[in-house]
């Protein structure tokens, strides 16, 4: 699942942990995982470009999917709350339209890596195993 990213001698700098294979989330799509010791988290893809974030809506912190890994609009152009239908830029998360509109979605921080979903800043663990 994780594992120690070296800075060229033995001290590690920042561990990563594989959530799942880039082409397991729709393009566009979303899919929402659970991280041992965090809060939910949910990754949307855009291409070969991943956006990740707590899954809690600023507004009532409810999750924000309706139903597992459905994040976005109808259109797919916008991240959507479940339960009072507020939308985000997926790009940064900003809420445009909705009852928190200037409130912003908590980032995580993801990264495509040969093909995986990464998401830096976990811990412990085996980086060969996926999560999700």
Request: proline residues 5%.
């Amino acid at each position: 699942m994780e594992a120690a990213v070296q800075d060229g001698g033995d001290r590690a700098v920042r561990l990563e942990r594989v959530l799942c294979a880039l082409d397991d989330i729709d393009d566009p799509g979303g899919k929402g995982f659970a991280v041992e010791d965090q809060k939910p988290i949910f990754v949307v893809r855009v291409g070969e470009a991943v956006h990740g974030y707590v899954n809690v809506c600023p507004h009532q912190g409810t999750p924000l999917d309706w139903k597992p890994d459905t994040f976005l609009t109808y259109d797919k152009s916008l991240i959507q709350c479940s339960t009072h239908w507020a939308r985000f830029r997926i790009q940064d998360g900003d809420c445009v339209a909705g009852p928190c509109v200037g409130k912003t979605l908590d980032p995580v921080a993801v990264h495509v890596d040969d093909g995986e979903v990464v998401l830096d800043g976990a811990h412990g663990g085996n980086r060969n195993r996926r999560i999700g």
